[in-house]
DNA sequence: AAGAATCACAACCGCGTCATA
DNA sequence: GTATGACGCGGTTGTGATTCT
C-alpha cells in the first residue's frame, strides 16, 4: 500500500523552533488542548508537520517539564530500568515525572553510554574522553550534566532495542501467590492497553500462560519511585509474609536469554525491581536484556 | 588566541501499531 | 480484509556550546 512520508508537506519549517512558533503552539494547546496533531499545527497556524508539533511540546514546551540536572537518584533509576527494560525510553521516561523519553535517550546516549564504554575499556589506554570520566575513582555519581561531570563508574550493559510495541513479554515465574493475589484484587487486567491504569508498577495481560506487560503507569511520584513502591511492598512483605523468592541465578539468567518461557508461575515488575535491588541479583543488573 | 575536539540536546526520520472507513 | 492516516517510539543527525591543545 505504500507509505507516505512522515511530513510530506512542501513549505513547511523545519529546524529549529522560534520562540513565536513556541508561543503559537502552547497557547493553542492551552486553549484547546493536545491530539491531532497534524490539524492542530494547521489551525495554530504554524507551518510545522503534526509530529514537529507533537515533539515540540512533548520535549520542550509541556508544563509539567522537569528541566536541569538530572540528580543521582534519577540517574540511578534510569540505569536500573534501562537494564530492566532496554531501550524503551517512553516506559522508562514514565517513571522519572517530567522527564521525557527523549532527554533520557539523549542522556543515556551522551553520558551513561559513554559512561559504560569507558568501564569496557578498562584495560585499554583510555581514550582522551574516558579518561576524563574515569577520572574519579571513586564511585560516586557528581552532580549531572554539569559540562562533562561524568566520573562515576558504573557497569551498564547495553541492550539492543528491536522496534515493538510497549508491551513487554515476561516470563511468568515467581510469586504464585503475589499474582494471583493480584488476580483477585483486580489489579490484573485481562485486555488492557490502556497505559492510563492505576494502582501498581505494571499492568500485566494474563496471555496465553505467559504475561504481557503493558507498561508502567504514571503515577506522579517522585524521581525516586521505583524505591517507594519497593518500600511499599516490604511493608506489605510484613503484613503478608511471601514464601521466599524462588529464584536462582540460572533461572534469572535463563528467563533473559529465553523471554518467552513457558510458565505456571507469575512474575510482575515489582518482583523483578524487588529482586534487583538485592545484593545476591546484583548481577541482574548486568545482564542483557535479549530483546 | 585560535583551531580542533568533544559534548549536549533539540529536532528529524523511518517504522510499527492502532483506529477507522 | 484492506487501505489509510494519526500517533508514538527509538535511532540518528545537526549544530551551538564548551573544553582542550
Known amino acids: 500500500m505504500g507509505r507516505s512520508p512522515s511530513c ?58 522537569k528541566r536541569g540536572n538530572i540528580s543521582r537518584d534519577e540517574e540511578e533509576l534510569i540505569i536500573r530500568l534501562h537494564n530492566l527494560l532496554g531501550n524503551r525510553w517512553s516506559l522508562i521516561a514514565g517513571r522519572l515525572p517530567g522527564r521525557t523519553d527523549n532527554e533520557i535517550k539523549n542522556y543515556w546516549n551522551t553520558v551513561l553510554r559513554k559512561r559504560a564504554k569507558g568501564q569496557a ?14 577520572s574519579t575513582e571513586s564511585g560516586d555519581c557528581e552532580p549531572l550534566r554539569s559540562p562533562r561531570a561524568t566520573k562515576a563508574k558504573i557497569k551498564v550493559i547495553l541492550t539492543k532495542a528491536t522496534r515493538s510495541s510497549s508491551k513487554v513479554r515476561i516470563p511468568t515465574q515467581l510469586p504464585a501467590a503475589q ?19 492505576s494502582g501498581d508498577i505494571a499492568t500485566v495481560e494474563a496471555h496465553n500462560g ?11 511520584g517522585g524521581s525516586d519511585l521505583l524505591n517507594e513502591q519497593l518500600k511499599e511492598r516490604d511493608v506489605e512483605f510484613e503484613e503478608n509474609p511471601m514464601q521466599p523468592l524462588a529464584f536462582d541465578e540460572a533461572m534469572f539468567k535463563n528467563w533473559t536469554v529465553n523471554p518467552c518461557l513457558n510458565g505456571n508461575d507469575a512474575m510482575d515488575f515489582d518482583s523483578l525491581a524487588l529482586l534487583l535491588e538485592t545484593d545476591e541479583f546484583s548481577f541482574c543488573r548486568n545482564i542483557n536484556f535479549q530483546t
Open 179 to 197: 499474582h494471583t493475589d493480584k488476580l483477585r484484587d483486580g489489579q490484573l487486567n485481562s485486555t488492557n492497553n490502556n497505559q492510563e491504569m
Open 121 to 134: 575499556s578498562i584495560g585499554t589506554p583510555p581514550s582522551k574522553s574516558t579518561h576524563k570520566m574515569l
Open 210 to 220: 505467559t504475561q504481557v506487560l503493558d507498561s508502567f503507569n504514571s503515577d506522579g
Open 8 to 65: 510530506p508537506k512542501e513549505g513547511l519549517n523545519k529546524g529549529a523552533w522560534t520562540a513565536l512558533e513556541d508561543k503559537l503552539l502552547a497557547s493553542y494547546i492551552k486553549a484547546h488542548g493536545e491530539g491531532k496533531w497534524s490539524d492542530l499545527s494547521r489551525r495554530a497556524g504554524l507551518k510545522r508537520c503534526g509530529k514537529s508539533c507533537r515533539l515540540r511540546w512533548l520535549n520542550y514546551l509541556r508544563p509539567d517539564i
